[in-house]
Structure formats: C-alpha cells, structure tokens
C-alpha cells in the first residue's frame, strides 16, 4: 500500500478548508468542553477520588468505540484498529476484541511494540479471540486509537508514517477520543478523522477539525459531580451511552 508524503500543497489545501470550516460552526461552546489538562485531571480524580480503574474505563471505552465502528460496518467489513503504548491503544485494543468476538474481520496496525502491561494485557486478548496483527491491503474502517489525549507533537516517525498510510487507505475514519497529529498548527500531519468518538466530555480542541467531522461522546463511568466540579453540563448518558 502506497504512503504518499504530507507535503506543503497538501497542508495548506486542508489549512483554507478548516479555517473556512471553523469560521462557519464550532463543534462546542467552551462552556461545553475541557481543555485538555482539565480533562487529564478529570482522568486523574477519576482513578484517584472515585476508585474507577483504568482498566474499567478503558473496558467501557473500547465497548463505545466497538459500537460505533459497527454503525459504519457490514458484516464483511474489513476493519483495521491502529493502537499504540497506551492508554488510548488499549481502549482500542479492547474494540478490536469485542469486534472480533461479533465476527467481524480485524487486523491490528501497531507502529510501535506494545509493553505496557495493561495494553499488553488487551493485545493478548484481542489476539486470542482472533484479531490479527497485521495491515490489510484493502480497509473498510480505519480506527486511530494510536496515542490519545497525551500524545506529542511532532510525531515521531513511526505514527507520521500510520497516519499517512491511514489518510491514504480510502477507508471510513474513526478516531478514539482526539485525532492523532490534532493541533491548531496544520501542517502537523494528523489522522483525517471522518467521525470522533470523544471520551467522557467534549474537548475543546476538537474545534479546530472541520464541521464536516461527526463527533460523539461516550459515557466512560465519570460521575455527574466531576462535570459540575468543571462548570460543563453533564451528558444525560442514562438512556444512550453514545451521544
């Protein structure tokens, strides 16, 4: 499969066309979303005030992310999930388990080894119930759960290059909680994310992607009090989970 570069044409075609985008509709009000930090706090209150492991939240979020892709999948759909060395990989580990457990097809793009105990954990498992590690020659769904809200910029070279080959695939693309490559700066190659699956809470970053760009937010476990502690309305997750 051909990687094409991101080269300055092409970042300043997507520049015009996001600044167009943005200045016609923001995705959220910043009294509706978190900064980032905010949100890493929120994470951090989560674990350390409420006793929610990481490993629950991130069981819940790889169920939500599950679902979404199989809002945009056949039965035949060939779905690849790129995951790094995190948290975030591991949220998209466990969606490539529950995936391969419905019967769909799943392969695993991982640009970097996978260490860690937890995500390592959730390799094994989406390995055991079929998924497999590899890059398709043809993708269906291409799902970015490569870094997530702590990733930085630049990128290095092994994520530049599975952004690139992701953009290049033609494929449905699906991000975990924030585009990888996601800056205000871009010409920063990101993953061209077609729908978002947001975590918990809007985050105001996601302005900055073009309004043609489906954003959800899924219910993780965070209790209503966090939100009211952040000044946000709290997502009414008690009939949808997805909202």
Same mark, same amino acid.
């Given at each position: 499969m051909p990687i094409y570069p991101y080269n300055q044409r092409t970042a300043l075609i997507l520049d015009l066309k996001e600044r167009y985008d943005h200045n016609m509709q923001e995705h959220f009000k910043n009294n509706e979303? +978190?900064?980032l930090e905010a949100f890493r706090d929120m994470d951090y209150t989560a674990i350390e005030k409420y006793q929610l492991p990481i490993e629950l939240m991130m069981e819940n979020a790889g169920l939500q992310l599950a679902r979404i892709v199989t809002r945009n999948a056949r039965e035949d759909s060939i779905i690849c999930i790129g995951a790094?060395?995190?948290n975030n990989g591991g949220g998209g580990l466990v969606a490539a388990r529950r995936l391969s457990g419905w019967g769909y097809q799943v392969y695993?793009? +991982?640009p970097v080894e996978i260490?860690?105990?937890l995500p390592k954990k959730q390799l094994q498992r989406a390995l055991l119930f079929g998924a497999k590690q590899a890059v398709p020659d043809h993708t269906d769904i291409w799902v970015d759960a490569y870094l997530g809200f702590s990733q930085r910029l630049p990128l290095s070279r092994e994520f530049t290059k599975a952004v690139q080959r992701a953009n290049a695939s033609g494929a449905k693309l699906?991000?975990?909680d924030i585009p990888t490559g996601i800056s205000s700066n871009t010409y920063q190659p990101r993953f061209l994310a077609d729908q978002v699956l947001t975590l918990a809470a809007p985050k105001k970053i996601l302005n900055v992607l073009p309004k043609s760009t489906e954003i959800f937010?899924?219910?993780i476990g965070i209790p209503?009090?966090?939100y009211e502690h952040y000044k946000i309305p709290s997502p009414d997750f008690s009939k949808h989970q997805i909202l």
């Open positions: 979303a +978190l900064s790094g060395n995190g695993l793009d +991982l260490t860690k105990p699906i991000a975990l937010v899924a219910d209503r009090e966090m």
